[in-house]
């Protein structure tokens, strides 16, 4: 290890003075930095908990089906927004940065690479005790980045530095972040803390969400609001703080379809599973899912179809999804050139639950920004209802907790116009031996209470599941 530190810091060496820092010393040029290096088969993967708890701030994402995942810790440059602007002035901020970013990806066979990442709040709102560790859309370049794309590992260092930096300061910080990292590698144990009281499902507990649930399909009668994601929380003590490496592993493994999720700030992980992608960006086109309506899965292949069956033939849960699909359309028709759907739902399993699916591709108009885009379909109503306004509204009056990142939303983004961002759902926050899990259904006016209490019992298992084997 101490030889391809070495290695590495000569390279490091090397990508500096062929930056050429000292070159036109009257006027001051910022530069933002990116060098990385190849790593011999090291899986941060199994150290997450000691890495995600190390730093103020970090940033996990992966998507297991894609071999991909990053890790981001240590932030070097903020994009901190709050209120309801909150991403209005994103686009513009990064560009600031873009100009004299400089990076050696190409020699390492990286062709792009998250810069940015991070998440925001379903809505913006006072962070109270629960989420006061969060921002209403927080975005941090990292100053390390761990990333695994298909069967290789890379380490990335992110540097701002001016043509009046000292080079051989850089160079040993450099050093010494590396040495940090490699140190970091010894994996910790994965067991899960037992479960020593539960906060959120007794029989009252139950009859009063029920009763909310039963109000808010009374409003949707009554009023022009046609759904509303109504959510509630659980709040487990546990027997000691939760093992994140423990946690993601066990959700990679159920759940390889979904985006595997951790968002620490403070003494606060945000962590789960969604099985729905926001939004992606490559190419000047983006994906979108839209996603609603639920079922449980089947004991046996047979009892598994007939679920299938009826939630394609439920109109219940057809309504509820073309709810959905439809603001979607609305939403993006201004800033797209061309939309490519199947408005036939399909059906897409997980582990525990499957959902009316439908995947739409679209050409985005030239000069699109990425959360010009986002802002606009954000947050869609699989999370709120519709019309948003007033589902907002009708949200906030009936629920009794702030959601703060749940239902918000987590992803990445670079210069180039590429990222990927998921709805932060199956999720939960863990914060010493406290873990608060979420979970939401949609109402429709032909909604039943009991029904929609069960689903998110449905739901909620995604992360109890990970209490199943109480040691």
């Known amino acids: 290890m101490d030889y391809f530190i070495q290695q590495s810091v000569e390279k490091f060496s090397d990508f500096i003075s062929q930056v050429d820092l000292k070159s036109n010393p009257k006027i001051t040029v910022n530069y933002l930095l990116s060098f990385g290096v190849e790593l011999d088969s090291y899986d941060f993967r199994q150290n997450l908990d000691r890495i995600l708890k190390s730093f103020e701030k970090t940033f996990y994402f992966e998507k297991p089906k894609d071999n991909f995942a990053v890790l981001g810790f240590d932030d070097l440059i903020v994009v901190n927004t709050e209120g309801k602007e909150r991403f209005a002035t994103i686009d513009k901020k990064i560009l600031s940065y873009k100009s004299n970013f400089l990076n050696n990806w190409e020699e390492i066979g990286l062709e792009n690479a998250p810069v940015f990442m991070g998440g925001a709040k379903f809505i913006p709102e006072q962070p109270g005790e629960l989420w006061e560790n969060y921002s209403d859309s927080y975005w941090f370049i990292p100053d390390n980045v761990l990333l695994k794309k298909g069967d290789k590992y890379y380490y990335l260092h992110n540097i701002q530095a001016t043509n009046k930096s000292d080079a051989e300061s850089l160079i040993q910080r450099y050093a010494a972040k590396l040495k940090k990292v490699t140190e970091l590698s010894a994996p910790t144990p994965l067991l899960p803390p037992k479960i020593l009281a539960v906060k959120g499902s007794s029989p009252k507990e139950k009859k009063k969400w029920i009763a909310s649930a039963k109000e808010a399909i009374n409003m949707l009668e009554n009023a022009d609001l046609s759904k509303v994601v109504l959510s509630r929380s659980l709040e487990l003590k546990l027997s000691e703080e939760l093992n994140l490496s423990f946690a993601l592993t066990k959700l990679r493994e159920n759940y390889p379809d979904s985006y595997i999720f951790a968002f620490h700030s403070g003494k606060s992980t945000f962590f789960g599973a969604s099985p729905e992608k926001l939004a992606k960006f490559a190419d000047n086109k983006i994906e979108i899912d839209a996603m609603a309506g639920s079922a449980s899965r089947g004991s046996s292949q047979e009892s598994d ?6 939630l394609l033939h439920s109109q219940k849960d057809l309504a509820e999804h073309k709810f959905v699909l439809d603001y979607i359309i609305k939403s993006i028709s201004k800033i797209v050139e061309s939309l490519e759907f199947d408005p036939q739902p399909k059906v897409k399993k997980f582990k525990n639950i499957q959902h009316l699916w439908v995947p739409l591709q679209a050409a985005l108009k030239s000069g699109s920004a990425v959360f010009e885009v986002i802002d606009t ?25 702030r959601r703060g990142m749940y239902g918000g939303m987590v992803g990445w983004f670079n210069f180039e116009g590429e990222g990927e961002f998921a709805v932060s759902i199956r999720s939960a926050l863990t914060k010493g031996d406290k873990l608060t899990a979420f979970a939401g259904c949609g109402i429709v006016a032909d909604s039943n209470a009991e029904k929609e209490y069960e689903e998110s019992e449905l739901k909620l298992k995604t992360i109890l599941s990970l209490f199943e084997n109480e040691n």
Do not use: M, R
């Open 305 to 310: 179809e007939k679920l299938e069956d009826d």
């Open 377 to 401: 379909i954000f947050p869609t109503p699989a999370v709120c209802g519709t019309p948003k306004e007033k589902a907002v509204s009708c949200i906030k009056k009936l629920e009794d907790y």
